[in-house]
């Protein structure tokens, strides 16, 4: 969180300033009053113990009407006020985030007397007495005072956060407070909802492994004043928090208030020392056996889909000069493009490969065949899916799982010899079971990259809007071809809206034009809509102002990264007001129609697929394949390497940014 300028300082990331000033501890009086008139009695107490005992799918509880009305809404106003947050977008999530309110007590007077109902509301969370009511609630043991770890975040439509357990430290509580518009109520179809998920337990040679299924079964929305909150459980508490959905236009947007789903989140941790109930060591034990339980068991053996090399036969006597045949070039001109298979075009590539480790290729699909795939993806998109993943795989398409991982339907070849004449009647599967296996295709792709195939691995996805993503994963071990080849006919994914506008039955002088390679070279990020660079620290009422929604960020792309060695921040930031926000992205794929793209990825680099919004025309259709090579020695050749970083300290501006930032 950025607040004014109050309190700037030359404090490396703002903790010069911090003084160290007690904090508050309220009178039990003062903490009635906070809370609402009766939450205290026994008897309310005894049921939300019960009600939070006989939770599905894990234990958890919803209280209405947590806190006094009358200051909720002060604090509400305060942060409406005084409050400025800080867009960022990773892999797993895209909000609007405050820092940690735990450095309140840091912040000087005049910053403070703009924030006496804030200040109030953590103190009051923080009391002996409410933290009492919740051990006796979860039956979590003793909770600590001392260590607050709060913060404000706010969804707009588009934001999202997508499937983890919470499990970081020694974090004991989690819980969600809401601070939604009091006069206009939330509703259900706005999303934003904290949705749970349920865990399978497997048993392997008397091993257990628990995995999360693909599909939520408890969905709790957003209410003014509702406080939602479980226990951290290592392996057991999934959960996300749904996209808050676009409006139908600007004019419904603001009669719904900006649909701004903002609340306090944050922990309740083991007691620390000093405190009661505090244990010497237990933090570290409880750290270490969070780990143990996250590990446990054979969770590769439920990750799917399952990596399928199949390996190639080295030639027995290696040609002086690779060159495609006229055999060869029949064949592939039933797929691809005249373009891509002549010897100047393939000489152009390779050289554009050489220097940047990758290229992207326009309308690399003949017109016929593409056609053909056009309308059966199109097809596809018309018919119903089912909800369900088990029903959904009772047909040719699996999902990916466990979610905290990814999540897309997919389609893998059967990799036999004898190809299935079905597979010819659908275009997908020829391209996955007969056109990129194909050695022709190989020898093409050979000489393109000046790489020799050693194996390769093919894959069908479709990622559906509103549900569907691939969080980052890091390649470890050789340099290996990648390539994507975008399938997704529906426009609006922000990614050369104009040539993707191709009319069907074009001139294939026209379709076959081949772009120049886009390869990542400097850092840059094509400019998502909504961005500022300018300054990127908005006031929760600013972003209630109806933005437009068409050209809106709608995901769908693939991003590659440089990794990062700080395993204390978030893997994959893709995108923040910082300057430097995209300076370890290495190349980016949008959503495309017949566009293939080709990269050398290298060991260490992460890769992942954004979310597809709700707010998407379509789904993101791709065929995805990696090819395990062995790289010609030839002088002058580079490859892909990671982007220089900014050493660029950001400048404070207000109490330091939380260091969890995965709130809800």
Not at 302 to 318: G, L, M, N, R
């Amino acid at each position: 969180m950025k607040r004014k300028a109050d309190t700037q300082s030359n404090g490396q990331n703002g903790r010069g300033i911090l003084k160290k000033r007690a904090k508050t501890v309220l009178a039990d009086e003062d903490v009635h009053k906070s809370f609402r008139k009766g939450l205290f009695a026994k008897d309310i107490l005894e049921k939300y113990t019960k009600d939070y005992a006989e939770s599905e799918p894990y234990k958890h509880s919803v209280i209405s009407s947590l806190i006094n009305d009358d200051l909720l809404r002060s604090v509400r106003d305060e942060i409406r006020e005084s409050v400025q947050f800080t867009p960022k977008e990773t892999d797993i999530y895209k909000i609007h985030q405050s820092g940690d309110l735990a450095n309140l007590d840091g912040l000087d007077d005049g910053a403070l007397e703009k924030l006496p109902s804030l200040l109030r509301l953590r103190d009051a969370m923080y009391s002996s007495k409410f933290r009492k009511y919740v051990s006796t609630i979860t039956g979590s043991g003793e909770l600590s005072g001392r260590k607050t770890d709060m913060a404000i975040n706010v969804y707009t439509p588009g934001c999202h956060l997508l499937c983890h357990d919470d499990v970081i430290g020694s974090r004991r509580i989690s819980y969600i407070l809401y601070l939604t518009d009091p006069d206009i109520p939330w509703k259900e179809e706005w999303g934003g909802a904290l949705r749970l998920f349920p865990t399978t337990a497997h048993e392997d040679d008397g091993v257990k492994t628990i995995t999360p299924t693909p599909d939520t079964t408890k969905i709790i929305p957003p209410a003014w004043n509702q406080l939602s909150f479980f226990a951290v459980q290592p392996g057991l508490s999934f959960h996300d928090v749904e996209e808050v959905y676009h409006a139908e236009s600007g004019e419904q947007l603001q009669k719904d208030g900006g649909r701004i789903r903002m609340a306090i989140s944050g922990w309740f941790h083991i007691p620390q020392i000093g405190e009661e109930g505090y244990i010497e060591g237990e933090e570290e034990k409880w750290g270490k056996n969070s780990s143990l339980k996250q590990l446990q068991g054979n969770p590769d053996r439920y990750d799917f889909p399952k990596p399928q090399p199949i390996a190639v036969e080295p030639p027995s006597e290696p040609a002086a000069e690779k060159e495609l045949t006229e055999a060869d070039l029949d064949f592939l001109l039933k797929y691809m493009a005249p373009t891509y298979l002549t010897p100047d075009t393939l000489e152009d590539m390779a050289e554009s490969f050489m220097d940047a480790s990758t290229v992207t290729l326009d309308g690399l699909l003949s017109n016929k065949f593409s056609t053909r795939v056009r309308e059966y993806v199109e097809a596809q998109e018309a018919a119903p899916l089912p909800e369900d993943s088990t029903e959904i795989e009772k047909g040719s398409w699996k999902v990916a799982k466990p979610p905290h991982k990814h999540r897309f339907l997919y389609m893998q070849p059967f990799n036999s010899s004898n190809v299935d004449k079905a597979s010819l009647e659908d275009p997908i599967k020829e391209l996955t079971e007969v056109f990129l296996p194909s050695r022709q295709f190989r020898l093409w792709l050979e000489i393109a990259t000046k790489c020799d195939i050693e194996n390769y691995d093919i894959l069908a996805r479709r990622f559906r809007r509103g549900l569907d993503y691939a969080l980052a994963t890091s390649h470890d071990g050789e340099p290996r071809l990648e390539i994507s080849l975008g399938l997704t006919p529906s426009p609006g994914w922000g990614a050369d809206e104009e040539e993707a506008d191709t009319e069907d039955g074009e001139d294939d002088d026209d379709e076959e034009k081949r772009e120049e390679p886009t390869a990542k070279t400097n850092g840059s990020k094509p400019k998502q809509n909504g961005e500022s660079k300018s300054s990127g620290k908005t006031r929760e009422e600013e972003l209630e102002e109806p933005e437009e929604e068409e050209g809106d960020d709608v995901g769908g792309h693939e991003v590659y990264m440089a990794g990062d060695d700080d395993e204390d921040e978030d893997a994959a930031v893709y995108k923040t007001s910082d300057e430097s926000e995209d300076d370890n992205v290495l190349f980016t794929m949008p959503a495309s129609w017949n566009k293939m793209s080709i990269v050398l990825r290298d060991s260490g680099v992460l890769k992942f697929v954004k979310y597809v919004s709700k707010h998407a025309k379509g789904d993101r259709w791709d065929v995805n394949a990696s090819f395990g090579v062995k790289i010609e020695e030839i002088e002058g050749e580079e490859e892909m390497v990671p982007l220089e970083e900014s050493d660029e300290e950001e400048v404070f501006n207000g109490f330091p940014d939380s260091d969890d930032s995965d709130s809800d």
